[in-house]
């Protein structure tokens, strides 16, 4: 079967399919033909060695995926849609996967759509419920909001209640973040003297990062009294940002870290239960993962090109199949 593989650490345009022996599932295990992988920014990392997980060569990428359940077994049965998220390794025409990390697609969901949900819906859910602590009625600021992570923390936070300000670097990334539902859309130059007219001064209860950079500084003097910086991720690619405790003490503000993964998936049970709470805002029609385009899978380095490039909105999809 084909995969998608990285043999060598030079980035995206290194990526190779290659042929590889098909898995054997496990007892704990569901085998999935999968159809689509989500293109997410720990590929991108992986790809170059810069991610903190440090697979051995050669590995698959993937981190996202749809598709069909092969065999019955495990709460599972032949046919059936589905998605997953592991840490690594989605990107084949088939794979075995923890069952505690394999999801049934309502029926409301595309294969495209099922690719986008995992990651990005269950780290928002995480950042906004765990990690904030965001609560009916705060605000929010999000960085990125054109994007995989900054769409669907959009969704997640309107459907929670909150009042969502979406930050994006064109007009263009504007209309993606208000058609994914944001209240309201600020240019990222001056964004901070935006977001203090629309908060009347008072600021925000929360910022959402996935940017870091050059943005750091202005989001956390975006922040209401108690409110709380949530870094999710440095796709600005300039430098981890520092933090001068003061401003923390002086304004009665935090900053939290967002490590979704390492943390969800050492837990029996927790990814579960995160997608049980997120299922009833998908068949509301709160959460609806917009895809910004689905590449083949011979392209899923120009993918990863693209999304590194900052030219991705909602999620970008690969078909395996």
């Known amino acids: 079967m084909r995969a998608v593989q990285v043999t060598r650490l030079d980035g995206p345009e290194a990526i190779e399919i290659v042929d590889v022996a098909e898995p054997v599932a496990a007892p704990h295990e569901v085998l999935i033909d999968v159809h689509r992988v989500g293109i997410s920014f720990p590929d991108l990392l992986l790809s170059r060695g810069q991610y903190q997980l440090k697979p051995e060569l050669p590995f698959t990428l993937g981190v996202d995926v ?74 929010i600021l999000i960085h990125g909001a054109a994007g995989g992570v900054g769409t669907a923390t959009i969704q997640t936070a309107k459907a929670l209640g909150l009042t969502a300000i979406a930050v994006v670097s064109t007009p263009e990334k504007g209309e993606v973040a208000k058609a994914a539902g944001a209240d309201h859309v600020v240019l990222i130059d001056g964004f901070k003297d935006e977001v203090k007219a629309i908060t009347e001064g008072r600021g925000v209860d929360l910022v959402l990062d996935v940017v870091g950079g050059d943005v750091f500084t202005d989001s956390l003097r975006s922040l209401a009294p108690l409110g709380r910086l949530l870094v999710v991720g440095f796709a600005a690619g300039q430098g981890i940002p520092e933090v001068k405790v003061n401003r923390l003490l002086l304004n009665n503000i935090d900053v939290r870290g967002v490590g979704w993964g390492d943390y969800a998936m050492r837990r029996a049970g927790y990814l579960k239960q995160q997608w049980n709470e997120i299922v009833p805002l998908i068949e509301t029609g709160s959460i609806k993962p917009p895809i910004g385009a689905v590449y083949p899978v011979e392209e899923f380095g120009q993918a990863l090109l693209d999304l590194d490039a900052r030219k991705a909105v909602g999620k970008l999809v690969v078909a395996i199949r």
């Open 66 to 139: 749809a598709g069909t359940v092969v065999e019955d077994g495990n709460g599972f049965t032949a046919g059936q849609r589905v998605c997953a998220v592991v840490p690594y390794g989605g990107g084949a025409e088939r794979i075995a996967v923890n069952v505690d990390f394999v999801f049934p697609l309502p029926d409301e969901m595309s294969l495209d759509e099922g690719a986008a949900l995992p990651m990005n819906y269950l780290t928002a859910h995480f950042a906004l419920v765990v990690r904030g602590q965001a609560q009916p009625g705060e605000s």
